[in-house]
């Protein structure tokens, strides 16, 4: 089993910038690629940033394109989002997730494990 815990989450000005982490821990791997998604009330889970293990090849929701951006640290089993020029349709509960695999994929489904979700909130 592979656990995630997102953190960093909080409110911050339209403008602004955060950061959101998410630490891995459980099963001990290496080779595996992990993505960013949000969702806010009423509306689906949305693809944002993924990112292959090697950190090599990213990949962006056309909506964050040029104001997020994700990373890895694996000596440190943590992911981030960097999230700058924040918007308020920004606003969503931000997972990090992880697949059992070396390449970045955009789909939900491609993720084997979640995390809880950590709340991004955007003022105007």
């Known amino acids: 089993q592979v656990q995630l815990v997102e953190t960093g989450g909080g409110l911050v000005q339209a403008g602004g910038s955060l950061r959101v982490s998410c630490s891995v821990s459980?099963?001990?791997?290496?080779?595996?690629?992990m993505g960013w998604f949000r969702q806010a009330p009423g509306k689906e889970r949305e693809f944002v940033a993924a990112?292959?293990?090697?950190?090599?090849?990213?990949l962006y929701a056309d909506s964050v394109k040029g104001r997020f951006t994700i990373s890895r640290d694996n000596a440190k089993n943590m992911v981030y989002l960097q999230m700058n020029s924040v918007k308020p349709e920004d606003t969503a509960v931000y997972y990090c997730?992880?697949?059992?695999?070396?390449?970045?994929?955009?789909?939900?489904?491609?993720?084997?494990?979640w995390g809880q979700g950590t709340q991004v909130t955007v003022s105007s």
């Open positions: 459980g099963r001990t791997i290496s080779n595996y690629a």
């Open positions: 997730a992880c697949r059992l695999a070396s390449t970045a994929r955009m789909s939900p489904r491609e993720y084997d494990y």
């Open positions: 990112i292959m293990w090697r950190g090599v090849s990213t």
